[in-house]
C-alpha cells in the first residue's frame, strides 16, 4: 500500500508539530477561523471526544442545534463558547483523536485552542486571571505574611472571600492552596537529609526542581522526595530558579513561557552538564519541561537537552526500582491509597508511573482513578469557570468516593484539593471524605516511616 494512500485513524504514535507562534499570521483570527472550521468539522463527523470535557458537548449541541445540523449552520462567534471551556488537559490528542499527526488531516486541538487565547491575549491584553498566574510574586508576598494570607484565603472568611471575587474573580467557595513561611528550597538548603552510603542507587544524583506549587504551597512533597532518594542513596540538590509557565501557557502568554523556559534551562543546564538527572515534582511542570517547551523553542539545543533529561519524581523511583532495587523495607499503608492519575501526567505517555510506585507498597490496597478532575489551574479557581471544572470533576469525585479508601493522592495537587472538596460538599452520601490528601511521594514516604 502507498504511504499516502488516504486511511481511517492512524497507526503512528501521536507526533505534535512546534507552535509558530513568532509569526503573525498564528494571531490572525480570519486564520483561526478557517482552521477552526477544519478542526471542528472533522470533530463534528467522528465525535469520539464527546465524554472527555465540555469542549466538545458544546460543539456537538451547537451543530446539533443550527438550522442546517453541520457545521456550516454554526455562527462562528458561537466558537468561543468551545474554546472557554478547554482546561487544556491535552487528553484528546494524547487519547482519543484518531487524526493527530502523523495522519494528513493532523489536527491538534489543544494547541488550537492555545492559538486562539494568545491571539486573544494579544487582542485584548491580559483578564483578572493573569495576577494568579504570577505564582512567583504572589508567593513570595504570601509567605511573608503566610498566617495572615492563609486567614484572608480561608474559604470560610465571609468578609474576605467575597472581596476577593470582586477584586480578582476568585469563586468564593473554592478551597484554595495555604502558604508556607519557609520554602521547600530553603527547607532543603538549610537541612538536608542525609543520604543513605549504602543505598543501592548511589551513583545518580538528581536536581529537584522545586516548582512554585511545592515551594510556596506545599512544601512536604518536595521534603518526602528528598527523603525517599537520599534513602536510595541518590544524591539531591533543590533547585527553584521560577515557575516553568504553566500558569502562563493556560492564559495563551506563550511569549512569556518561552523567556521562562530560556531562564529556567540556562540555570539547570549546568546540573546536566555535571551528570544530574532533573526531576519534576508535579505533573504540570514535567510536562512543560518534555513536552511544552521543545515545542515552544524547537531550535533551542539547551531545551533540548534538558527535556531528554528530565523525569518525573514516580517516574524516577520506579525507574530506580526497576534498575538498581529499591533500598529498605516499606510498610502497608492502611485504610488504602485511591491513586488519581492527572491528565498532565497521562500527556506526559509515561504511563501510571504513581500508580506503579504506589504498588510497590506490600500489602496495601490502591485503586486507581482515570478521569480528569476538570480542575486546570485557574479554571477550578475562577467564578466563570467554576461550575464548569465541579461539572466535569463530579464523574472522578463519585469514584474516589466509592473507593471508600482513606488517602487520596495525584500526580497533580491542585486535582487532589479539587477531587477532596468534591467528595465533601458532594459526596458524603457516597462515601467518606479521605482523611489523608497528598502527592503519592509523600504517600510512598510515609511507608518508609519517613
Given at each position: 500500500?502507498?504511504?499516502?494512500?488516504?486511511?481511517?485513524?492512524?497507526?503512528?504514535?501521536?507526533?505534535?508539530?512546534?507552535?509558530?507562534?513568532?509569526?503573525?499570521?498564528?494571531?490572525?483570527?480570519?486564520?483561526?477561523?478557517?482552521?477552526?472550521?477544519?478542526?471542528?468539522?472533522?470533530?463534528?463527523?467522528?465525535?469520539?471526544?464527546?465524554?472527555?470535557?465540555?469542549?466538545?458537548?458544546?460543539?456537538?449541541?451547537?451543530?446539533?442545534?443550527?438550522?442546517?445540523?453541520?457545521?456550516?449552520?454554526?455562527?462562528?462567534?458561537?466558537?468561543?463558547?468551545?474554546?472557554?471551556?478547554?482546561?487544556?488537559?491535552?487528553?484528546?490528542?494524547?487519547?482519543?483523536?484518531?487524526?493527530?499527526?502523523?495522519?494528513?488531516?493532523?489536527?491538534?486541538?489543544?494547541?488550537?485552542?492555545?492559538?486562539?487565547?494568545?491571539?486573544?491575549?494579544?487582542?485584548?491584553?491580559?483578564?483578572?486571571?493573569?495576577?494568579?498566574?504570577?505564582?512567583?510574586?504572589?508567593?513570595?508576598?504570601?509567605?511573608?505574611?503566610?498566617?495572615?494570607?492563609?486567614?484572608?484565603?480561608?474559604?470560610?472568611?465571609?468578609?474576605?472571600?467575597?472581596?476577593?471575587?470582586?477584586?480578582?474573580?476568585?469563586?468564593?467557595?473554592?478551597?484554595?492552596?495555604?502558604?508556607?513561611?519557609?520554602?521547600?528550597?530553603?527547607?532543603?538548603?538549610?537541612?538536608?537529609?542525609?543520604?543513605?552510603?549504602?543505598?543501592?542507587?548511589?551513583?545518580?544524583?538528581?536536581?529537584?526542581?522545586?516548582?512554585?506549587?511545592?515551594?510556596?504551597?506545599?512544601?512536604?512533597?518536595?521534603?518526602?522526595?528528598?527523603?525517599?532518594?537520599?534513602?536510595?542513596?541518590?544524591?539531591?540538590?533543590?533547585?527553584?530558579?521560577?515557575?516553568?509557565?504553566?500558569?502562563?501557557?493556560?492564559?495563551?502568554?506563550?511569549?512569556?513561557?518561552?523567556?521562562?523556559?530560556?531562564?529556567?534551562?540556562?540555570?539547570?543546564?549546568?546540573?546536566?552538564?555535571?551528570?544530574?538527572?532533573?526531576?519534576?515534582?508535579?505533573?504540570?511542570?514535567?510536562?512543560?519541561?518534555k513536552f511544552e517547551w521543545p515545542l515552544i523553542l524547537p531550535e533551542h539545543e539547551g531545551v533540548k537537552r534538558l527535556a531528554a533529561a528530565?523525569?518525573?519524581?514516580?517516574?524516577?523511583?520506579?525507574?530506580?526500582?526497576?534498575?538498581?532495587?529499591?533500598?529498605?523495607?516499606?510498610?502497608?499503608?492502611?485504610?488504602?491509597?485511591?491513586?488519581?492519575?492527572?491528565?498532565?501526567?497521562?500527556?506526559?505517555?509515561?504511563?501510571?508511573?504513581?500508580?506503579?510506585?504506589?504498588?510497590?507498597?506490600?500489602?496495601?490496597?490502591?485503586?486507581?482513578?482515570?478521569?480528569?478532575?476538570?480542575?486546570?489551574?485557574?479554571f477550578g479557581v475562577m467564578a466563570e469557570t467554576r461550575a464548569l471544572a465541579i461539572k466535569i470533576g463530579r464523574p472522578a469525585a463519585r469514584?474516589?468516593?466509592?473507593?471508600?479508601?482513606?488517602?487520596?493522592?495525584?500526580?497533580?495537587?491542585?486535582?487532589?484539593?479539587?477531587?477532596?472538596?468534591?467528595?465533601?460538599?458532594?459526596m458524603l452520601e457516597i462515601g467518606p471524605v479521605p482523611s489523608v490528601r497528598a502527592h503519592p511521594i509523600e504517600i510512598f514516604a510515609r511507608?518508609?516511616?519517613?
Open positions: 500500500m502507498s504511504t499516502n494512500t488516504p486511511r481511517e485513524g492512524s497507526l503512528g504514535a501521536p507526533t505534535r508539530h512546534p507552535l509558530d507562534w513568532r509569526s503573525e499570521s498564528f494571531y490572525d483570527f480570519n486564520a483561526i477561523d478557517m482552521e477552526m472550521e477544519r478542526v471542528f468539522d472533522i470533530c463534528h463527523g467522528c465525535r469520539r471526544c464527546f465524554n472527555l470535557c465540555e469542549s466538545f458537548p458544546r460543539l456537538f449541541d451547537l451543530v446539533d442545534a443550527s438550522p442546517t445540523g453541520e457545521l456550516d449552520g454554526v455562527a462562528k462567534d458561537d466558537y468561543k463558547a468551545v474554546f472557554d471551556a478547554c482546561t487544556l488537559c491535552d487528553m484528546c490528542f494524547m487519547t482519543k483523536c484518531p487524526y493527530v499527526p502523523p495522519h494528513e488531516w493532523a489536527l491538534d486541538f489543544p494547541h488550537l485552542m492555545l492559538r486562539y487565547r494568545a491571539a486573544e491575549l494579544k487582542r485584548d491584553g491580559p483578564g483578572r486571571a493573569h495576577e494568579l498566574t504570577k505564582t512567583d510574586r504572589n508567593g513570595q508576598l504570601a509567605r511573608s505574611v503566610a498566617p495572615l494570607a492563609n486567614f484572608v484565603s480561608e474559604r470560610g472568611n465571609w468578609v474576605t472571600r467575597p472581596l476577593m471575587k470582586a477584586a480578582l474573580g476568585v469563586d468564593a467557595g473554592v478551597e484554595l492552596p495555604k502558604y508556607h513561611t519557609n520554602t521547600f528550597s530553603q527547607r532543603s538548603a538549610l537541612e538536608p537529609p542525609r543520604v543513605n552510603p549504602d543505598g543501592k542507587a548511589r551513583a545518580r544524583k538528581a536536581v529537584l526542581y522545586a516548582t512554585c506549587f511545592v515551594d510556596y504551597n506545599q512544601p512536604s512533597t518536595g521534603v518526602a522526595a528528598q527523603a525517599v532518594l537520599a534513602h536510595q542513596g541518590v544524591e539531591t540538590e533543590a533547585v527553584y530558579p521560577a515557575c516553568c509557565g504553566m500558569p502562563q501557557l493556560e492564559q495563551g502568554d506563550i511569549v512569556g513561557v518561552a523567556r521562562r523556559a530560556e531562564r529556567i534551562s540556562a540555570a539547570l543546564l549546568p546540573y546536566v552538564d555535571a551528570g544530574y538527572d532533573i526531576i519534576t515534582l508535579t505533573a504540570s511542570c514535567g510536562l512543560m519541561f528530565t523525569r518525573d519524581i514516580c517516574e524516577y523511583v520506579v525507574d530506580i526500582a526497576k534498575t538498581e532495587g529499591l533500598t529498605g523495607e516499606l510498610i502497608p499503608i492502611e485504610g488504602g491509597v485511591t491513586a488519581h492519575m492527572a491528565c498532565h501526567a497521562r500527556a506526559q505517555n509515561m504511563g501510571r508511573k504513581s500508580a506503579e510506585l504506589l504498588k510497590l507498597i506490600p500489602d496495601t490496597r490502591v485503586d486507581v482513578v482515570e478521569r480528569c478532575s476538570g480542575h486546570g489551574g485557574t469514584l474516589v468516593a466509592q473507593k471508600r479508601n482513606d488517602t487520596l493522592c495525584s500526580d497533580c495537587p491542585l486535582a487532589c484539593k479539587h477531587l477532596g472538596q468534591l467528595v465533601s460538599d458532594e511507608a518508609y516511616g519517613f
